[in-house]
């Protein structure tokens, strides 16, 4: 078993300036890793909130770090924005005189399909999949295609790994094919919408829901509202489930750490 | 010596606040406890909590419930005490009630913060707020006095417009005047995201201006 012990993790996540559940899974993602007794020190760094990146450098201790980003795919923020703010030129980088390892983002291990149909399982357990369409729900960006395929991918993966719903689609915020639109794609009397984010913040509480057409206005956030136990909600002719999105997913602590395990058998 | 460590010496040597949380010693409970600094006469009467990470839920509302995403606002809340076991528990703390603060005064002390200015740091933005860069001297001015008065944030500004415009006098530069010297700064060592965003926003209004006339 790799030795650890003298090393700290960060972990980065996106954060609101609007929200304040935004940040709530990446704390408790940090909190199961720190459980487990690997590493000499835990951090947290956000792209919106606080600690910045930069500013995350100045709580570490240990000279060597291992970078996960807590996103659902490799992208903008992994492959420019986190890279650009740690001043990373590489998998490994010396920063200020710290050996910095930059690892893969949770989003890309293998057991997200399973984390995602976790999601189905806990707020559908007993809907008729062959009467039901899943839609899996992304961002979407102009800015970088990882994003959009890394949805496209899970949407493929659910519906070779669960052959009895009747259709499984990707679906997006802010491009085709647009989640506002779902009912149009909804042969089904039923459907089951799972959010692909980390965190229950301001897209999956508060913008889809209006997309989706049970909110009339983006409204309070999550934690000040009941949105995951008022399933199914009747719209447009349909019976739908919608799921909170896979932060709060247990599991996510180990796969941050296994990303760690990832980068060293690919890196070191 | 680890971060946790300079904390504890710094303390017993009479450090005992930290913005708005006022740092004790040895009290009868814990070696170390944190309050309100507005607090430290009501201490008997306050709502207790030995769990470290309890700083996180104090820290994230106002008194009116809305999210506190500037930690350095003048907004914390009052009516709590977190006893802490000891110095590592004391720092995990006070990060999370000013992230990163205590190491950025550390680093500070050693003399190896860096500082970034406004228009560098507006200069290495992608995306959408790459137009940030664009805004002018006069209107970055202005926002900063604005967005980083001591209403909105405490932190204590270190950085310019870039090296050879600094920033004009304003109450957003006049922190460092209310600070005593057994008070851990708060420092602001690059602009936040925040003022990013809000740059952008200027910045953009300053165009559609041009194009209008």
């Known amino acids: 078993m790799t030795d650890l012990s003298h090393t700290a993790l960060l972990i980065v996540g996106h954060g609101s300036t609007e929200n304040p559940d935004s940040s709530g899974p990446y704390f408790d993602h940090a909190a199961a890793v720190r459980e487990k007794g690997l590493f000499a020190e835990v951090h947290l760094a956000f792209w919106k909130e606080e600690p910045s990146l930069r500013e995350a450098f100045y709580m570490i201790d240990a000279e060597e770090i291992y970078v996960v980003p807590d996103f659902i795919s490799e992208g903008y923020f992994t492959q420019e924005v986190i890279p650009r703010e740690l001043e990373l030129d590489g998998p490994t980088t010396v920063v200020h005189g710290k050996t910095v390892h930059y690892c893969p983002p949770v989003g890309i291990h293998p057991t997200m399909t399973t984390i995602l149909s976790r999601r189905v399982e806990q707020e559908a357990p007993d809907i008729r999949r062959e009467d039901t369409t899943l839609f899996v729900v992304g961002h979407g960006t102009a800015l970088n295609d990882n994003t959009t395929r890394a949805v496209k991918d899970q949407a493929a993966l659910l519906a070779e790994r669960f052959p009895e719903f009747a259709a499984v689609h990707p679906t997006f915020m802010e491009q085709e094919m647009f989640i506002e639109d779902w009912d149009k794609h909804c042969e089904t009397p039923n459907a089951v919408v799972v959010p692909f984010f980390i965190a229950d913040g301001l897209h999956s509480y508060q913008d889809i829901p209006v997309l989706l057409g049970f909110e009339e206005d983006e409204g309070l956030p999550a934690s000040q509202k009941d949105i995951f136990r008022q399933n199914p909600y009747q719209i447009r002719g349909k019976t739908l489930y919608y799921t909170s999105a896979i932060g709060i997913e247990p599991a996510l602590g180990e796969v941050i750490i296994d990303q760690v395990h990832t980068f060293r058998e690919n890196h070191l | ?213």
Not at chain 2, 24 to 41: F, G, M, N, R
Not at chain 2, 72 to 95: H, I, P, S, T
Not at chain 2, 126 to 132: H, N, V
């Open chain 2, 1 to 213: 010596m680890k971060i946790s460590q300079r904390l504890s010496q710094a303390v017993q040597a009479k450090v005992d606040r930290i913005g708005q949380v006022a740092i004790l010693t040895d009290t009868q409970s814990s070696p170390y406890a944190l309050c309100h600094q507005q607090d430290l006469d009501l201490i008997d009467s306050l709502t207790v909590h030995r769990d470290p990470f309890a700083a996180r839920e104090i820290a994230k509302l106002d008194d009116e419930g809305e999210f506190r995403f500037l930690k350095a606002a003048l907004n914390l809340k009052r009516g709590w005490l977190l006893l802490l076991a000891d110095e590592e528990e004391l720092r995990q703390a006070l990060d999370l009630f000013y992230p990163a603060a205590v190491g950025l005064w550390l680093a500070r002390e050693d003399g190896r913060l860096h500082v970034q200015n406004l228009r560098p740091k507006l200069k290495r933005q992608t995306g959408m707020y790459r137009f940030a860069h664009t805004i002018s001297d006069e209107g970055a001015q202005a926002l900063v006095a604005k967005e980083c008065h001591p209403e909105n944030c405490s932190k204590m500004i270190l950085w310019h417009l870039d090296e050879e415009v600094p920033l004009k006098e304003s109450p957003a530069l006049c922190k460092e005047e209310n600070q005593s010297a057994r008070q851990i700064p708060l420092l602001c060592e690059e602009a936040c995201n925040h003022l990013v965003s809000q740059c952008r926003k200027v910045a953009k209004a300053e165009a559609d201006q041009a194009k209008a006339l």
